[in-house]
């Protein structure tokens, strides 16, 4: 079965950096787009960062833009986001997302909570 699970996340403090990581399995990850979104209470999903099945196109989200890179390792079934020079409104729920650009199919991680505080 899909599994999407994701890891890095925690506490970090302002200007501080963190590396998440999402694992897939059970679907053809290197076919997929992947993304990363984020999500606070009140406010609606935002998208951080988006990566092409070869790695050809990547792209992202205003605020991470200078800050944030996306990457992907296709013989690990992996993609990851570097973040850097982190801000307290970095603070959020981040979401892996997996697109079959073939098809209809989308798979989501769980959520794992990023936290920017002094």
């Known amino acids: 079965q899909v599994q999407l699970v994701e890891s890095g996340g925690g506490l970090v403090q302002p200007g501080g950096s963190l590396r998440l990581s999402c694992a897939a399995s059970?679907?053809?990850?290197?076919?997929?787009?992947m993304n990363w979104y984020r999500q606070v209470p009140g406010k609606g999903r935002e998208r951080v960062a988006s990566?092409?099945?070869?790695?050809?196109?990547?792209s992202y989200g205003d605020s991470a833009k200078g800050r944030f890179t996306n990457s992907r390792d296709n013989a690990k079934n992996l993609v990851s986001l570097q973040m850097n020079s982190l801000e307290p409104e970095d603070t959020a729920v981040y979401y892996c997302?997996?697109?079959?650009?073939?098809?209809?199919?989308?798979?989501w991680g769980q959520g794992i909570q990023v936290t920017v505080s002094s």
């Open positions: 997302n997996a697109k079959d650009r073939l098809g209809p199919a989308e798979y």
């Open positions: 059970g679907f053809s990850f290197s076919r997929f787009a």
């Open positions: 990566i092409s099945p070869a790695s050809t196109t990547i």
